[in-house]
């Protein structure tokens, strides 16, 4: 089992610019989350889908779009990338909200 | 947004020697879970602790919760170089939607 997987590792763009983070994993967890983790703020949750053809926002949803393609991915889409953005992203994956949450390994996002 | 809080900041000890991480939370919650982050890495999972128990081993972890003050601790024994990482601790609102919320970290360093 490779867990949670995301790609790419490691983007740079240029303000304005678009892109999409993929997330796969290949536990069947049934919830999927998107956080974002800056310098002395801990980790903050973008969007999460609770279950397969669901979506809701989380604390720092301005500028972000998920997708939950299918149970087993969730993609997190910069429609038009800010400085602000920069940021490590990091996509994790439970069996259901509320218990233990599994973590990719980032991805570094830097806009310049 | 419920956040929980750690305590110190930063830690740095020697190998061997105990360490011990505080976590303050806001509100009700329905479990407490810590997580360790290595340098570069994603999160992983710790330990879980619902709100009904008090204490919990795994290894040379040891978590308490204290729900009437609303905190908790976790201990590492006979620590090791390998321990070095940011450890967090994650908090669910009761009545909420079970998202956990994480705090800003720990930072353990181990000295061979």
């Known amino acids: 089992n490779a867990g949670v997987t995301q790609t790419p590792k490691f983007q740079v763009l240029k303000t304005g610019q678009s892109m999409t983070l993929q997330c796969a994993q290949d536990?069947?967890?049934?919830?999927m989350y998107w956080y974002r983790q800056d310098p002395g703020m801990g980790l903050r949750l973008i969007y999460y889908s609770a279950s397969e053809g669901t979506t809701d926002k989380g604390e720092v949803p301005n500028g972000y779009n998920v997708s939950r393609l299918n149970k087993r991915e969730f993609s997190l889409r910069l429609e038009s990338a800010a400085p602000s953005q920069t940021s490590v992203y990091f996509c994790?994956?439970?069996?259901?909200?509320?218990?233990?949450?599994?973590f990719g390994p980032g991805t570094r996002l830097t806009v310049l | 947004s419920q956040q929980g809080e750690e305590d110190p900041q930063a830690l740095s000890i020697q190998e061997g020697e105990n360490a011990t991480m505080n976590c303050s939370y806001k509100t009700s919650i329905n479990n407490l879970q810590w997580y360790r982050q290595n340098s570069g890495r994603g999160l992983v999972h710790l330990i879980l602790i619902r709100s009904n128990e008090r204490e919990k081993h795994s290894g040379r972890l040891r978590v308490t919760l204290d729900t009437s003050k609303k905190s908790s601790s976790l201990l590492i024994t006979a620590s090791r170089a390998a321990d070095t990482a940011s450890y967090f601790c994650a908090t669910d609102l009761s009545g909420g939607s079970y998202i956990p919320t994480f705090g800003r970290g720990t930072s353990l360093i181990v000295h061979p």
């Open positions: 994790a994956s439970s069996e259901a909200q509320g218990s233990t949450q599994y």
């Open positions: 536990m069947n967890h049934n919830s």
